[in-house]
């Protein structure tokens, strides 16, 4: 028992250190090769010329349009990285042990600043070369409002994201999402209740109804009462008669 006791603390050392470099980001521009556009400097470890000439087109492309939707000023010089596998990605931002628990399909994400990104060459088995170029824009819409707001509501976050990527989703079978569901702030239960479809619709709504410069007054709020003169439950209530109608 006395030896037992006595390797505790050696041995909770141990799992400690093992479960933190296991989730621990291993984001590093150390060692890789850059490319610069005129707003965006690319980070990456094996691209053909094309490719690179591809990622700068899809960003630069909706560079203008969207600096305008969120009122900015020229942001240059944004960091995207690119890694030249699926893994490679997830280990660098999830970390080794959560790498293993998601498939193909997370293949890009937004570090704060920072663009995260699967080379297009690599997509893995659930993206393509131009689903890549398109999660680009996505993971940099995200960076964009985080500038504005470093704790966005989800629904906002990923729904005008996918929305201003152009990544609409067919809502053909899929249930609508409850009041009760869109309250909630776990990207699991955001995923599994099809938020990123109907995060689309909503923010498409939204911006249809109210106008671009409300939308990004509730991202940056949170404030439906202030932003749009009425509750948020007023609000889903009108999305979901409106989605009734079409």
């Known amino acids: 028992m006395r030896k037992t006791v006595k390797y505790l603390p050696a041995a909770f050392i141990v799992i400690t250190a093992i479960l933190f470099l296991g989730f621990k980001k291993n984001i590093s521009l150390e060692g890789l090769q850059t490319y610069k556009t005129p707003h965006f400097t690319i980070y990456y ?4 010329p094309q490719t690179l000439k591809d990622i700068e087109q ?4 909706s560079y203008p349009d969207l600096q305008s939707f ?4 020229d942001n240059d010089n944004s960091r995207v990285i690119v890694y030249k596998s699926v893994e490679r990605f997830q280990r660098a931002y999830l970390g080794v042990f959560l790498s293993y628990a998601f498939g193909d399909w997370a293949a890009g994400a937004a570090y704060e600043d920072m663009v995260l990104l699967t080379s297009p060459e690599n997509p ?3 993206q393509t070369y131009e689903s890549i170029l398109d999660i680009a824009v996505h993971e940099y819409i995200h960076t964009l409002i985080y500038q504005v707001n470093q704790n966005p509501d989800i629904w906002l976050d990923e729904g005008v ?3 201003l990527a152009e990544q609409p989703s067919n809502l053909s079978g899929l249930p609508a999402p409850t009041f009760e ?3 909630s702030q776990s990207q699991g239960e955001f995923a599994e209740n ?4 109907w995060g689309y619709a909503y923010v498409d709504y939204l911006v249809t109804t109210y106008g ?3 939308v990004v007054d509730l991202i940056t709020t949170n404030d439906y009462e202030r932003c749009l003169g009425k509750s948020q439950l007023a609000v889903y209530e009108e999305w979901m008669s409106h989605m009734g109608s079409k």
């Open 194 to 197: 099809n938020g990123y479809a």
């Open 124 to 126: 893995g088995q659930e």
């Open 45 to 48: 470890e094996e691209l053909s």
């Open 70 to 73: 969120f009122g900015l000023k």
């Open 58 to 61: 899809k960003l630069e492309t």
């Open 212 to 214: 671009a410069e409300k």
């Open 181 to 183: 569901q869109m309250q």
């Open 161 to 163: 994201a996918t929305y």
